[in-house]
């Protein structure tokens, strides 16, 4: 049986728009001109890449000649992320029209993960600390998540290449 995360991790480094188009639901298609391409079943496809010393360049041809087959599926993906992020701000809004009041968890949450992260940035100056990677890590992590909290507030781009 075909594993499609281990697939997906192998066409990556040659073909990084074709590998994200295979876990699109439709990446079925992309599939089947992989087996063509290759020349082997769903289930001997990975060793097939792995042991093909022209795989690169095999890669890069389907990947360039299903463009729009690719470019439809990441509109899909964009398309669906623009709907995760209205279902979200559309929950606020039922929440204040059903309860006459706004839900301010959210913004309580949202508040307190940007003053931990200024106690995080502020102790990491400041504090020696013995395991410099841990403060590292967790500056990071929380880097990303004030990332996210401003996104949710004030929209986001298309990060989908």
């Known amino acids: 049986m075909l594993e499609i995360s281990a697939l997906v991790m192998l066409i990556e480094k040659f073909a990084p728009t074709l590998s994200k188009s295979?876990?699109?639901e439709s990446g079925k298609l992309l599939i089947s001109a992989l087996e063509k391409t290759f020349g082997v079943s769903q289930d001997d496809l990975i060793t097939a890449i792995q042991n093909d010393p022209d795989a690169q360049n095999k890669l890069s041809d389907l990947e360039r000649s299903n463009q729009a087959l690719i470019a439809q599926y990441a509109s899909q993906n964009y398309a669906s992320a623009v709907n995760d992020r209205e279902s979200a701000r559309d929950r606020e809004?039922?929440?204040t029209e059903i309860?006459?009041?706004?839900?301010?968890?959210i913004d309580f949450i949202a508040v307190l993960f940007i003053i931990f992260f200024f106690i995080v940035c502020i102790m990491n100056y400041y504090l020696p600390v013995k395991d410099d990677s841990v403060m590292t890590l967790l500056v990071g992590q929380i880097s990303g998540g004030v990332g996210?909290?401003?996104a949710y507030y004030y929209?986001?781009?298309?990060?989908l290449r």
Do not use: Q
């Not at 309860?99 to 968890?105: A, G, P, S, V």
């Not at 929209?155 to 990060?159: D, E, K, L, P």
């Open 99 to 105: 309860t006459k009041k706004r839900d301010y968890i």
């Open 22 to 24: 295979l876990l699109h």
């Open 155 to 159: 929209g986001s781009s298309n990060s």
């Open 148 to 150: 996210l909290v401003l």
């Open 93 to 95: 809004v039922k929440i």
